[in-house]
């Protein structure tokens, strides 16, 4: 492949609406598009860190893409052990390669991208108000959603708890599955006392109770809860395999959730469901607010895993300037059509070499 050029270009995505998080609230958030041209084929892939999130939400971030890009122009191949610590860039390179062996960016061919099945995936409920969560609950459920994720931690708690006890009193836990994800916004000492007061209302899991780093507390908090615990934030940053293995052996979950951008991109995912799997522990994947071309990448790969649970893969209709594509959402499902078009001209347009 020495003909290869790489070509990259900052790109920022504006929100429909803002998008609250325990994190703040988003209204805009910033990609880098990478472009790998190998004589008349060309594939598009996309590095997305999350500011105050990603282990690679560095200050010199676009320096360390051009740097990994001269080498995979040198090299013709990703160094997969020399970016375990950038997993963003990981992904981006690794799926633009992916891409470009593809064909109409059908990067794992399966009965999803041939629009014969979808990919059943949660209702997100954002953080907001009271009115305003059970406003977005609503919606969700008219759509069609069996599966609700709500973010807590961010209001009052009794109040959060009576957003759940409303979806109860409406549906059982064979209508309505509930999730919900902490973002470590509890107190290790009061965790379980809160646990106690949401278990009675039949959740499915919580991710990340307590905040990550605390292994000796969440591993106390896995033995004694009343609600199967799910880590997300606890992963970011553990990116050798020894380590990966003794994090899981320490704190034991009942699930993780694997985002390809913050979690090592697909070879380092793809190693903490093995992991995971020896330890009989499940998983599902999340996109983490990339635009349709890294969600393209996320969703075929994980179509390609065969999974039946309900994933975190609703996030490509949030943006105004999202790259046009034939993913869509049907109901409770991320679907593919096959006669849906591209268009990236957009992302292509004055895009730089890296020389």
Same mark, same amino acid.
Request: proline share 5%; with cysteine; aromatic share 8%.
């Given at each position: 492949?020495?003909?290869?050029?790489?070509?990259?270009?900052?790109?920022? #995505?504006?929100?429909?609406?803002?998008?609250?998080?325990?994190?703040?609230?988003?209204?805009?958030?910033?990609?880098?598009?990478?472009?790998?041209?190998?004589?008349? #084929?060309?594939?598009?892939?996309?590095?997305?860190?999350?500011?105050?999130?990603?282990?690679?939400?560095?200050?010199?971030?676009?320096?360390?893409?051009?740097?990994?890009?001269?080498?995979?122009?040198?090299?013709?191949?990703?160094?997969?052990?020399?970016?375990r610590g950038l997993p963003s860039i990981l992904f981006g390179l690794e799926t633009a390669l992916q891409d470009l062996k593809a064909k109409n960016?059908?990067?794992?061919?399966?009965?999803?991208?041939?629009?014969?099945?979808? #990919?059943?995936?949660?209702?997100?409920?954002?953080?907001?108000?009271?009115?305003?969560? &059970?406003?977005?609950?609503?919606?969700?459920?008219?759509?069609?959603?069996?599966?609700?994720?709500?973010?807590?931690?961010?209001?009052?708690?009794?109040?959060?708890?009576? &957003?759940?006890?409303? *979806?109860?009193?409406?549906?059982?836990?064979?209508?309505?599955?509930?999730?919900?994800?902490?973002?470590?916004?509890?107190?290790?000492?009061?965790?379980?006392? #809160?646990?106690?007061?949401?278990?009675?209302?039949?959740?499915?899991?919580?991710?990340?109770?307590?905040?990550?780093?605390?292994?000796?507390?969440?591993?106390?908090?896995?033995?004694?809860?009343?609600?199967? *615990?799910?880590?997300?934030?606890?992963?970011?940053?553990?990116?050798?395999?020894?380590?990966?293995?003794?994090?899981?052996?320490?704190?034991?979950?009942?699930?993780?959730?694997?985002?390809?951008?913050?979690?090592?991109?697909?070879?380092?995912?793809?190693?903490?469901?093995?992991?995971?799997?020896?330890?009989?522990?499940?998983?599902?994947?999340?996109?983490?607010?990339?635009?349709?071309?890294?969600?393209?990448?996320?969703?075929?790969w994980c179509a390609s895993l065969k999974t039946t649970m309900p994933q975190g893969l609703g996030t490509g209709m949030l943006f105004t300037n999202?790259?046009?594509?034939?993913?869509?959402?049907?109901?409770?499902?991320?679907?593919?059509?096959?006669?849906?078009?591209?268009?990236?001209?957009?992302?292509?347009?004055?895009?730089?070499?890296?020389?």
């Amino acid at each position: 492949m020495n003909d290869m050029e790489v070509y990259i270009k900052p790109y920022t #995505l504006n929100f429909t609406q803002p998008a609250g998080t325990s994190r703040g609230v988003y209204s805009t958030r910033k990609s880098w598009f990478v472009a790998v041209k190998d004589g008349n #084929l060309q594939g598009v892939g996309e590095c997305a860190p999350l500011p105050n999130l990603s282990c690679d939400a560095i200050d010199d971030y676009e320096q360390k893409l051009e740097q990994s890009c001269k080498e995979l122009v040198e090299q013709g191949v990703v160094n997969h052990e020399k970016l375990r610590g950038l997993p963003s860039i990981l992904f981006g390179l690794e799926t633009a390669l992916q891409d470009l062996k593809a064909k109409n960016h059908i990067l794992w061919p399966t009965s999803f991208t041939k629009g014969e099945v979808g #990919l059943p995936i949660n209702g997100l409920i954002w953080m907001g108000t009271h009115q305003q969560m &059970l406003r977005q609950i609503e919606e969700k459920v008219a759509k069609g959603f069996k599966c609700l994720k709500l973010k807590v931690g961010a209001i009052d708690f009794d109040q959060e708890l009576d &957003l759940v006890r409303r *979806i109860r009193q409406q549906f059982t836990i064979s209508d309505l599955e509930i999730r919900l994800d902490a973002n470590g916004g509890f107190e290790p000492d009061k965790a379980l006392a #809160l646990l106690d007061k949401l278990a009675k209302y039949r959740i499915h899991s919580i991710e990340q109770p307590i905040k990550a780093g605390l292994v000796e507390q969440m591993a106390t908090i896995v033995k004694q809860t009343p609600i199967p *615990i799910a880590l997300d934030e606890e992963l970011i940053g553990i990116n050798q395999q020894k380590t990966k293995e003794e994090l899981l052996d320490s704190i034991n979950p009942h699930y993780i959730i694997l985002k390809p951008s913050l979690h090592g991109g697909l070879v380092g995912s793809t190693e903490w469901i093995e992991i995971a799997q020896k330890q009989k522990i499940g998983w599902w994947i999340t996109s983490a607010l990339e635009s349709n071309v890294g969600l393209n990448a996320i969703a075929q790969w994980c179509a390609s895993l065969k999974t039946t649970m309900p994933q975190g893969l609703g996030t490509g209709m949030l943006f105004t300037n999202n790259v046009k594509s034939p993913l869509y959402i049907d109901g409770q499902e991320l679907k593919y059509s096959p006669d849906g078009e591209w268009d990236l001209a957009d992302i292509l347009r004055e895009m730089k070499r890296v020389e």
